[in-house]
C-alpha cells in the first residue's frame, strides 16, 4: 500500500434503544459532506476507491474494526490515514470500569456488559490503529452528544489521553465533550465542528499554494476560539499532509491548479485480491462451518468425512484425498509417490484411473531432478491434472495428483498449491478454527501481505482461539536448607488449549509474529485477562473470600504488546476488575523477541534505554513489575539484564544443559546482585532457575551456593494446575531442604 492515502468516514444518526441516546439529524449527512470533499475530483486529496463512506446501520462496530484493521495491517511508513465520525459518544461502566465509545447503531448495554470489545472503544482507535499506523494517522471526531450509558453510572463522558512521548505519527482533532446536549447547528445545518471543517476544506484554511494541510485545518479551527475549545493533537508530518487543493483564492470561489484532466490515479492491487473469493470458499469447503463465528471451538473438520463416535480421529490418508477432491471439485485425486523411474500410486478416491495417466510414467524423465514443482498437465486423455509436491525425498517425492479441478482454483496459481500443501500438512482432527488458522499461515508465509478479506478472517479466527485458552499455573519455589522455608513464592500463568492438554499451544503462540503486531497484541491481550481473572478464581476456590491478597502472578508478554497503550490499557482494565494488587503481577518479557524498532519508528541510538523508558512509564502508571523470561536463548545479553528495570530473571532449561552452565549461572547471579552493589536498589533482583529436575546437570546445592533461591520445575513435585495450593506438602519440603544440603546434616531450627 505504498504512498496509498485512504479515508474512512462514518456517520452515524441513530443509535440502538438500549444505548438511549436521542437521534441526530446532521451526523450521516455530514459524513456525506466530508467524502465528497475529501473526494471531489478537482479539489479532493483522496481517490474515490480508497474513501469508504458507512453511514446508519453499514457503520456497525465490527465492520468499521475490520476494515481498520485491513488498512493498519497493509500500510507503510509512506501512506496516509484518514478517519472521521460524526454521532454519539458515551462512557460505559462495566464491571466497575469506565471505558469510552463511538456510538454504532448496534452498540447495546447487554452486549458491552459480556464483550467489552464490541462497538467502537475509543481505546481500539488508539492502541490498534493511531498508535499502530505506519505512515500519517489522522482522526477527527464530531461527537454530537456526551452521553452516559443508561444506568451505568457514568455520568459524563471522559476525553481520551491521544498524545504523548510514545505516539506515533497520529494527528487528532477532537470536538470537546458537552453535557446536556448536541452540538448541532438548524440554523447552518451540520454538526458545529463540521461546519468549520468543511470551511476549511473547502478553502478557508488554504495555505499561499493552495493546498490544506491537517495543520492549516487545525490552525483554522483553534482560531475561531470556539467554546469550548476542540482538543487538538497535530506532529510534525501532519502539518504537511494535503487533505485538499482548493487552491489559491478557493474560499472566494476561484479554483485553481487542478490536475491535468489526462491524468489519473491507478493502484496496484495486491495480486491475491482477485482470488481471495475462490480462497475462501475453498477454506469453507475444507473447514466447514456451523454458522457464524462463535460456534464451540471443538467442532472438528472430521466429520465432514469420517469422524467416530468417540471423538475427532486422525484423518487417514484415503480420507484426506477424498477430502483433496471433494474441496477442489475434481473428477478424482490420488496420491503418488515419485521416484526417478516412475511411480507408485499410495492412494486414490473413485474414478482415478491409473490407466489414463501413463504419459507420467513415460514423461517421468522430465522430472527426474528432484524437487519437483507444482504443475498443471493439460490436454492429457483425462483432462487437466494438477501435481502438487507433498513432501521432497533424497530420491523420491509424495506428490498430490487432483483431475479436473474447478477451473476458478487453478486460476488462484501457486497460492493453490500451496493451500493444498498445508491441507495435507494440518491435523485435520482439531478444532476449524487451528486448521484454517494453519492454511492462512502458510500462505502469509509464503506470499507476504494478503488481501484484507483474508487477513480480517484470519484475525477473527485467531481471536476465537486464543480467547478459548485454558490457564494452568506452575508454582515458583522458594528454596532453602530448612524445610520450614521451603514454600510457594509465586506462580506463572501458563495457557493451554484446554485445561486437560499439558502441551503449550506454542505454534499457535508463535505464528502471531508471523502476522504482525495486531496479532501479537490481540494474543497477549486475551492471554492476561485469561491468566488474570482465572487467577483470581483460583485464589477464591483455594482461600475463600476473605483470605487476603493471592500471591504473585507472573504472565508472559511480547515486546511489541509492552510499547502498544492499548495493551497497558487492557492490564490497567483487567487488574482492577479481578481485584488483584498491581505490584502482585509480573509481565515476563521473552528474550526470544528482540528490542528494536520497527522501519517507521524512531528510538534513537540507544534502543534498551528507549525501552527502558517505557517500562519505567508503565511501573510508574500501574505499580506492575518486569522480569526478563527464558534467559539463555535467542537475544539473551547480559545489557538487557542489566539495564532494564527489573525486578527478576528467570534463566530458561536450556542453559542448565550448556558445558559452561554452572559459570553461565554464577554471571547471572553476579549481575541480579549489581543494582545493590552500586546503590542504585534496596534489594536485588530474583532468580528463578526454570526447568530443574531430578537429572538436571545442575544440583539445587549448586543453585543454591551461587545465592539462587527460587526454582520451577518437576523437581518440586509441583505440576502445572488450573488450581493453585495452599502449600507444599511436608514430604516435599524436606525432600527439597535435604538436596539443597547435598549429604549435609539437617540445620537445627533457631530458639
Not at 437521534?23 to 467524502?35: I, N
Amino acid at each position: 500500500m505504498g504512498g496509498r492515502r485512504v479515508a474512512l468516514i462514518v456517520g452515524v444518526n441513530d443509535c440502538g434503544s438500549a444505548a438511549a441516546l436521542p437521534s441526530l439529524r446532521y451526523a450521516e449527512s455530514d459524513a456525506r459532506a466530508v467524502h465528497k470533499a475529501l473526494t471531489d475530483p478537482v479539489a479532493g486529496g483522496f481517490a474515490a476507491a480508497d474513501a469508504f463512506l458507512l453511514t446508519g446501520a453499514e457503520a456497525d462496530g465490527r465492520s468499521i474494526r475490520d476494515q481498520l484493521r485491513a488498512l493498519t495491517e497493509e500500510s507503510t511508513s509512506s501512506d496516509t490515514l484518514f478517519v472521521y465520525f460524526a454521532g454519539h459518544a458515551l462512557t460505559a461502566n462495566w464491571n466497575g470500569i469506565a471505558d469510552d465509545y463511538l456510538v454504532t447503531p448496534e452498540l447495546g448495554r447487554v452486549a458491552l456488559n459480556e464483550r467489552p470489545d464490541d462497538g467502537l472503544r475509543m481505546a481500539f482507535l488508539r492502541g490498534e490503529v493511531l498508535d499502530t499506523f505506519k505512515g500519517i494517522a489522522f482522526l477527527v471526531v464530531d461527537w454530537r452528544h456526551a452521553g452516559s450509558y443508561i444506568g451505568g453510572g457514568a455520568e459524563k463522558f471522559e476525553m481520551m489521553r491521544v498524545g504523548g512521548r510514545h505516539s506515533k505519527q497520529h494527528n487528532v482533532l477532537l470536538a470537546a465533550p458537552h453535557e446536556g446536549g448536541a452540538r448541532e447547528s438548524e440554523t447552518l445545518g451540520h454538526g458545529l465542528l463540521t461546519k468549520h471543517l468543511l470551511d476549511a476544506l473547502a478553502g478557508k484554511a488554504a495555505n499561499s499554494e493552495g493546498l490544506v494541510t491537517f495543520g492549516g485545518l487545525a490552525d483554522y479551527v483553534a482560531g475561531l476560539r470556539l467554546e469550548p475549545q476542540p482538543d487538538l493533537f497535530v506532529q510534525s508530518r501532519g502539518t504537511t499532509a494535503v487533505l485538499t487543493r482548493p487552491g489559491r483564492g478557493a474560499s472566494d470561489g476561484a479554483v485553481v491548479d487542478p490536475l491535468p484532466a489526462n491524468v489519473r490515479i491507478v493502484d496496484l492491487a495486491n495480486p491475491l485480491e482477485r482470488s481471495a473469493a475462490a480462497i475462501v470458499e475453498l477454506l469453507g469447503r475444507v473447514f466447514p462451518r456451523h454458522g457464524a463465528f462463535g460456534r464451540p471451538p471443538t467442532s472438528s473438520t472430521t466429520e465432514a468425512f469420517g469422524a467416530t463416535s468417540e471423538g475427532p480421529q486422525p484423518a487417514r490418508k484415503q480420507e484426506k484425498i477424498e477430502l483433496m477432491r471433494v474441496a477442489t471439485e475434481a473428477d478424482a485425486a490420488a496420491l503418488l509417490e515419485y521416484t526417478s523411474s516412475g511411480f507408485v500410486t499410495i492412494s486414490e478416491t473413485r474414478h482415478f484411473r491409473e490407466d489414463d495417466l501413463h504419459y507420467l510414467m513415460r514423461g517421468t524423465a522430465q522430472y527426474s531432478s528432484f524437487p519437483l514443482r507444482s504443475h498443471v498437465l493439460d490436454g492429457t486423455s483425462a483432462g487437466r491434472v494438477l501435481c502438487v509436491p507433498l513432501r521432497h525425498g533424497l530420491a523420491t517425492s509424495l506428490v498430490l495428483v487432483v483431475v479436473n479441478p474447478a477451473q476458478a482454483l487453478l486460476d488462484i496459481g501457486e497460492p493453490l498449491a500451496k493451500i493444498l500443501e498445508a491441507i495435507w500438512a494440518t491435523d485435520l482432527s482439531g478444532p476449524v478454527e487451528e486448521g484454517e488458522i494453519a492454511v492462512l499461515t502458510a500462505l502469509r508465509e509464503s506470499f507476504g501481505r494478503l488481501p484484507p478479506r483474508l487477513y480480517s478472517r484470519c484475525f477473527e479466527l485467531y481471536r476465537q482461539v486464543v480467547g478459548s485458552f485454558s490457564m494452568v499455573f506452575q508454582p515458583i519455589v522458594a528454596i532453602d536448607e530448612r524445610q520450614q522455608y521451603v514454600d510457594i513464592h509465586s506462580y506463572e500463568a501458563l495457557a493451554r488449549l484446554n485445561a486437560a492438554d499439558p502441551r503449550a499451544p506454542r505454534e499457535l503462540i508463535r505464528l502471531a509474529h508471523v502476522w504482525g503486531d495486531q496479532f501479537v497484541v490481540a494474543r497477549d491481550e486475551a492471554i492476561l485477562r485469561k491468566a488474570i481473572q482465572s487467577y483470581a478464581e483460583a485464589h477464591r476456590r483455594c482461600y475463600g473470600d476473605n483470605a487476603g491478597a493471592p500471591r504473585p502472578v507472573s504472565i508472559n508478554v511480547a515486546v511489541r504488546s509492552l510499547l502498544s497503550d492499548s495493551y497497558v490499557d487492557e492490564i490497567e482494565r483487567t487488574i482492577r476488575a479481578a481485584g488483584l494488587r498491581p505490584s502482585a503481577v509480573t509481565l515476563e518479557i521473552s528474550e526470544q523477541d528482540p528490542i528494536e524498532p520497527r522501519a517507521y519508528e524512531i528510538w534513537g541510538d540507544d534502543k534498551l534505554g528507549y525501552f527502558h523508558e517505557r517500562l519505567v512509564a508503565i511501573a510508574d502508571r500501574l505499580d506492575v513489575r518486569f522480569a526478563v523470561d527464558d534467559f539463555g536463548v535467542e537475544h539473551s545479553s547480559v545489557s538487557r539484564m542489566a539495564e532494564l528495570p527489573l525486578t527478576q530473571i528467570k534463566v530458561d532449561r536450556a542453559l542448565l544443559r550448556h558445558p559452561l552452565a554452572y559459570q553461565e549461572l554464577e554471571l547471572v547471579a553476579k549481575v541480579a546482585r549489581h543494582p545493590v552493589k552500586i546503590g542504585q536498589s534496596p534489594a536485588r533482583r530474583s532468580v528463578v532457575v526454570e526447568g530443574v529436575e531430578d537429572d538436571s546437570p545442575i544440583s539445587l546445592e549448586q543453585i543454591y551456593g551461587l545465592g539462587i533461591r527460587h526454582v520451577q520445575g518437576f523437581i518440586t513435585g509441583e505440576r502445572p494446575s488450573s488450581t493453585i495450593k495452599r502449600e507444599i506438602d511436608r514430604e516435599m519440603r524436606e525432600r527439597l531442604a535435604s538436596l539443597v544440603r547435598g549429604n549435609r546434616a539437617p540445620l537445627r531450627r533457631s530458639a
